[in-house]
């Protein structure tokens, strides 16, 4: 069956350390994959995409990776700030829909 | 300026009652979802349209009937709601001309359904 799984519920971390964030999937193709931010009572919102033919994708203080054979997405976030604080979810596009994964919480301390 | 909006942002009623959660987007998009978000927070599609039309019905109760009037709007409605509905409800829009169903989606606020 199709599984996506983030590798911990809750990262907690000090302000100015990098947070890493792990995705990992079974028995799914994507073309493509997705990260999204959700603060608390909140809709998700969208920061990166990266494609299956690229390796890694960057924007300011995030970083994406992708490795199909791996089958897997590693989400880093540099220089962290408190107001990082949130659930990350990756995503995967295949079947004309995104399936999420469970989400990692992030705490950044100052 | 709102992107995505729904109504209500907060819903309580009892079982066995019938509601609507309404939804519209100004972003010019053709393609529309709605998602439920359960107490351990997965994100799991339930519909997506484009332009009106029917693309994905992820095996949802036929108590749930989502209807687009026009390709800005996709409201949700469920009969004889059960305990088991209580939840965080969330429309998304995406480009996607095809429909697809895998572009970059953007999210409304959620609909927090609470069923008595």
């Known amino acids: 069956s199709q599984k996506i799984e983030q590798n911990s519920e809750a990262l907690n971390i000090q302000e100015g350390k990098t947070a890493t964030l792990t995705c990992n999937y079974t028995n799914y193709s994507p073309a493509y994959l997705q990260w999204y931010r959700q603060d608390p009572g909140r809709g998700p919102v969208f920061l990166l995409l990266i494609r299956e033919n690229e390796k890694e994708k960057r924007k300011e203080r995030l970083k994406v990776t992708f490795d199909t054979t791996l089958k897997q997405s590693l989400f880093h976030i540099t220089a962290s700030q408190p107001a990082d604080s949130a659930t990350y979810l990756c995503a995967l596009g295949s079947d004309y829909k995104l399936s999420f994964g469970a989400g990692t919480t992030v705490t950044v301390r100052a | 300026d709102t992107a995505v909006s729904q109504t209500p942002k907060y819903l309580v009623t009892q079982m066995g009652n019938d509601k609507s959660i309404k939804c519209e987007q100004n972003?010019?998009?053709?393609?529309m979802y709605w998602y439920k978000q359960d107490s351990k927070k997965f994100l799991k599609i339930m519909f997506s349209y484009n332009n009106k039309e029917l693309i994905i019905n992820e095996t949802v109760p036929n108590r749930f009937s989502p209807k687009s009037p026009d390709k800005a709007h996709l409201n949700l409605h469920i009969n004889s709601l059960e305990l088991g509905d209580s939840a965080v409800y969330f429309c998304a829009s995406s480009q996607d001309p095809a429909g697809v169903g895998t572009d970059t989606q953007y999210f409304g606020p959620g609909t927090r359904l609470t069923v008595l």
């Open positions: 972003l010019g998009h053709d393609t």
